[in-house]
């Protein structure tokens, strides 16, 4: 569910349950608009970053969010990011892996920028099978692909530990 404020409410109220300490640095991946990106900063994380690869988005959030601590927004699509230097303790990326040619290799950056027992927030839309029955096109034209819930933790547990799943 959407706020008046164009944020997707559950993943970021999910992530924020993860936020445990000052010292929880937080990466939003496709943050657009920036809402749930401040949101992570207001539930207690000591740095949150937001990378978008829209140029408007990206501005947008710089002249918003303009003077808040601790939170700042970087131009660029999320393969072309290297944040592996300076690892993070919490990663959300709200319906982007949809929008990525190759999942593996994005999963393995996301991977690589994660602490040790890091947390992932990821959500994409999963293939609906109806009223699309016997169709395996993704439904959103922007999309690549979309997944079944049990490919999705198939390709996701390759990487990643999955504490849980919730569908929609």
């Known amino acids: 569910h959407w706020d008046n404020a164009d944020m997707p409410q559950f993943p970021y109220s999910l992530a924020s349950n993860y936020i445990k300490n000052q010292e929880c640095r937080a990466l939003d991946i496709a ?76 999963l393995t950056k996301l991977k690589s920028w994660m602490k040790k027992n890091a947390i992932i927030v990821l959500e994409v839309p999963l293939l609906m099978k109806y009223p699309f029955k016997d169709s395996e096109e993704p439904y959103g034209d922007a999309h690549i692909r979309e997944y079944y819930t049990n490919d999705l933790i198939e390709l996701f547990s390759s990487f990643f530990k999955v504490k849980d799943a919730y569908g929609v």
């Open 31 to 106: 943050c657009g608009f920036g809402t749930g990106t401040f949101s992570l900063i207001n539930s207690g994380a000591s740095e949150v970053i937001g990378v978008d690869v829209s140029d408007n988005a990206i501005k947008h959030c710089q002249r918003k969010f303009l003077g808040v601590e601790k939170l700042s927004f970087v131009k660029g699509d999320a393969l072309s990011q290297d944040f592996s230097q300076k690892p993070f303790d919490l990663v959300v990326t709200i319906h982007t892996m949809e929008h990525i040619i190759d999942d593996n290799q994005f």
